[in-house]
């Protein structure tokens, strides 16, 4: 395990724990809760609406923006963050129809998270009726590019399994021929090396509530390409994406360069706390990250193989073409998570009957993977996952 991590002391975990879910939600980084706090406190209560401009609340979006961009990749100004990551999504596939007029295929694969593919097919009922979405078997996305498809939209890190797609590969074949190029980052940002720059991604949208420890209901991200973005007519042509939110023009005019993509008001508070969290990442080399986080997936691998045989990998066998989460198909995978709930050790589960477990080396270590599997072979050898308490679902697994 690398020297570098983990890094327990930035986090304030509860004791005891161990926390293989922050795929699904990361833990809470120290200090935000205080800034937070002061922002209602001193910003909000202080300042009242003066806040908007002695606190920089106006600006928040495009400097956390920045701040964001080196975690995936991206150059400085080229990242807002604002909104969620469905109006993101259908921000960007929009922006990717308009730019290939004629074309009328959006393609992704049958692996894309369902809110995606949800948003999407939203999104283009409601244009001309010509366009459609085509999903395919992920292995098969490359044999489905040709010049009927506009906006290729795929979500890089496989929100079940952890297969990873190749983004550098894939963007090259879209626009070769020559469809635009859509990135869903959700499982990405904060777990794997990212160079959307150097791969010449078009559009890249992610949440920050995974591994980039934005807290319950973080602000979503987008970003454009330099090169591209002032010919994006955004769809969603909210007041404050207007070249001049308080001239209150009656008729929408695209700010300039990335600001075209904001929506909304942002969420003050939010985007504070993301503010802070992001400063982990200050010191943190993501290649460094994903090297501690295969180790330990390794593990988790190996030693589930060897004491937990009822359980089957789904998961990539290749920890270069997986994130940085490892899944386990088993009979009463919901049971068996609220056994090892029960147990102090927090995953999740997917259907149709997957164990997801988030690898983070900023708060785990081989300790914590031995401690998860010791919970997992005490779950079998005394039937636990059968117990009557673990029949009903949770709402949210």
Not at 181 to 193: C, I, K, M, R
């Amino acid at each position: 395990m690398s020297a570098l991590f983990p890094r327990r002391d930035r986090f304030e975990l509860p004791d005891g724990v161990v926390y293989l879910d922050g795929n699904s939600l990361g833990p809470l980084p120290l200090g935000v809760a205080e800034r937070a706090m002061a922002t209602i406190r001193d910003e909000w209560g202080g300042e009242l609406i003066r806040a908007w401009n002695s606190a920089g609340w106006m600006d928040a979006p495009r400097r956390v923006g920045d701040k964001l961009a080196p975690i995936i990749g991206a150059p400085a100004g080229s990242v807002v963050v604002g909104d969620t990551l469905s109006i993101k999504v259908v921000q960007a596939v929009a922006a990717g129809c308009r730019l290939r007029p004629g074309r009328t295929t959006v393609l992704s694969d049958t692996g894309n998270f369902p809110s995606d593919l949800y948003v999407t097919r939203s999104l283009l009922d409601q244009l001309d009726g010509e366009h459609r979405l085509l999903t395919v078997d992920p292995e098969q996305v490359a044999d489905h590019l040709d010049d009927e498809v506009a906006v290729l939209l795929l979500t890089e890190v496989d929100y079940r399994t952890g297969r990873r797609h190749d983004m550098a590969a894939l963007t090259e074949a879209a626009h070769a021929v020559g469809a635009i190029v859509v990135w869903d980052l959700a499982h990405s940002a904060g777990a794997v090396p990212l160079d959307v720059a150097g791969c010449g991604v078009d559009l890249a949208v992610g949440c920050t509530y995974k591994y980039l420890n934005g807290g319950p209901g973080a602000p979503a991200f987008i970003h454009v390409r330099p090169d591209l973005v002032d010919e994006v007519e955004p769809l969603l042509a909210g007041w404050l994406g207007h070249a001049a939110p308080f001239a209150m023009e009656s008729t929408y005019r695209p700010g300039a360069g990335i600001e075209r993509l904001r929506v909304g008001t942002p969420p003050v508070v939010q985007m504070a706390m993301l503010d802070h969290a992001l400063d982990l990442w200050v010191d943190t080399d993501v290649a460094a990250l994903h090297a501690a986080s295969i180790e330990l997936s390794e593990q988790l691998i190996a030693e589930v193989g060897r004491r937990c045989p009822q359980l089957t990998l789904v998961s990539p066998k290749d920890p270069d073409g997986r994130g940085s989460h490892v899944s386990f198909a088993a009979p009463m995978a919901e049971q068996i998570m609220q056994a090892l709930i029960d147990r102090d050790v927090i995953g999740d589960v997917r259907p149709p009957s997957l164990l997801r477990f988030g690898i983070t080396p900023l708060y785990l270590d081989a300790g914590d993977i031995t401690a998860a599997v010791d919970a997992l072979a005490d779950i079998f050898e005394t039937d636990a996952q059968h117990d009557p308490k673990y029949a009903a679902a949770r709402a949210v697994t």
